[in-house]
């Protein structure tokens, strides 16, 4: 019940760029690491791969007993597989949703599964047969034999108009583990922006995206940014506001809880855009499954040279602190969390000056949300004019 073995985490020996090995594999492209970089992707499986959604929906649905409960199937029939918590894929009515992956076989999806259906689907997956009314389908690849008969997951009524950019790790890779993430193109991103552009050059990238505030303002993020950077300050700021405080509003939770490296990417591409050396994210106190999942990616990053001091071995330094907050609906407005950020009750600050101008500890902050930084990791990968093609108008 192990799970597969994480690669190497050292600097590469042959770069003085501190960059991870693992980090330095995917950029070149080597194809002697591919079959390696397949299985951390768990695009290949050698030997049964267990998933369980435990986001805190999965939870609330029983997850963790479902979890157990494999555990407990696995030891009692002498079963060799591997079991892996993800987060959540974004189709909660039908949780607690069990992955299972077969060697040579493509992933399958199946719903409902409470502990007292553990074992039923054990034993047919094990023996090969998909049981048909617990299925909500089968991921596609081209890596391993699709099953016969069984819908391919993105096909389902849920997920078929779904361009899946910022959720694409979500419920599908372990949260916990940076080597996957980097494995899926993760902080590639990052890596090619600090060798390669200017934070101008970033910042006029943002901008001719189109990508806009997604906490409901609208405002250009390129546009907002370049305030920030020409603001005549040696020290300036970048908050993520994670607040969330809309009732019933859920989804900056569900990324965090899901793939916290995206937004540590993002936050990083942010920083070094506006010319930031610390960030903050705000979020709040209620979230405690996301706020540990996220202290834990940030020190994965750490270690990995990816925050800190120098990061890659270029002149570019971040830290990045969380902040959590006591779930005041007011909160979610910037300024009120600038203020509950300083120690101050949180309250509205009245405008001009701007954050971009005048902000955290009267020093120039930008304030983007969770959302909005996400998007940044495939926006500077596939490049402003792709990415701003998409959409609605």
């Not at 859920?250 to 990324?255: E, H, L, S, Y």
Request: net charge neutral; glycine share 12%; proline share 6%.
């Amino acid at each position: 019940m192990k799970k597969p073995p994480e690669t190497e985490s050292t600097s590469c020996s042959d770069h003085a760029c501190g960059c991870p090995a693992i980090l330095d594999r995917v950029l070149s492209n080597d194809p002697a690491y591919q079959e390696q970089l397949a299985l951390l992707r768990h695009d290949k499986v050698s030997r049964p791969t267990i998933y369980v959604g435990t986001g805190t929906c999965g939870l609330g649905a029983g997850a963790r007993f479902t979890v157990e409960a494999i555990k407990d199937y696995l030891k009692q029939n002498n079963v060799e597989a591997d079991l892996i918590e993800v987060g959540c894929i974004g189709l909660c009515s039908a949780e607690p949703i069990v992955d299972i992956q077969l060697p040579g076989k493509a992933r399958v999806s199946f719903k409902g599964i409470t502990k007292d259906k553990v074992a039923g689907l054990l034993d047919s997956m094990m023996k090969a047969t998909v049981p048909g009314e617990l299925t909500i389908g089968q991921h596609r690849t081209t890596t391993s034999e699709m099953w016969p008969d069984v819908p391919c997951l993105d096909e389902h009524p849920f997920f078929a108009p779904q361009m899946r950019w910022v959720l694409a790790n979500c419920g599908v890779m372990d949260p916990a583990s940076i080597d996957e993430y980097i494995a899926r193109g993760g902080y590639t991103a990052l890596a090619r922006v600090l060798s390669g552009q200017t934070p101008e050059q970033v910042c006029d990238s943002v901008e001719a995206s189109g990508l806009r505030g997604r906490g409901g303002g609208g405002f250009s993020t390129g546009k907002k940014w370049k305030f920030a950077r020409s603001a005549p300050s040696t020290q300036k700021y970048l908050v993520c506001n994670a607040d969330e405080g809309d009732p019933g509003a859920f989804m900056d939770r569900a990324v965090i809880e899901g793939d916290p490296h995206r937004l540590l990417e993002g936050m990083a591409i942010a920083a070094y855009g506006i010319g930031a050396g610390k960030a903050y994210v705000y979020i709040r106190a209620e979230y405690p499954l996301a706020i540990g999942r996220l202290k834990a990616a940030i020190k994965q990053a750490r270690d990995y040279h990816l925050l800190g001091e120098k990061i890659l071995g270029h002149d570019f330094s971040l830290e990045i602190v969380i902040k959590m907050g006591a779930g005041a609906f007011v909160c979610g407005e910037e300024t009120a969390l600038i203020n509950s950020i300083e120690g101050k009750r949180g309250m509205p600050r009245p405008r001009p000056p701007f954050p971009a101008v005048r902000g955290l500890f009267d020093k120039p902050t930008i304030i983007n949300n969770v959302e909005t930084l996400a998007n940044l990791p495939t926006l500077l990968n596939i490049g402003a004019g792709q990415f701003g093609a998409v959409g609605t108008k």
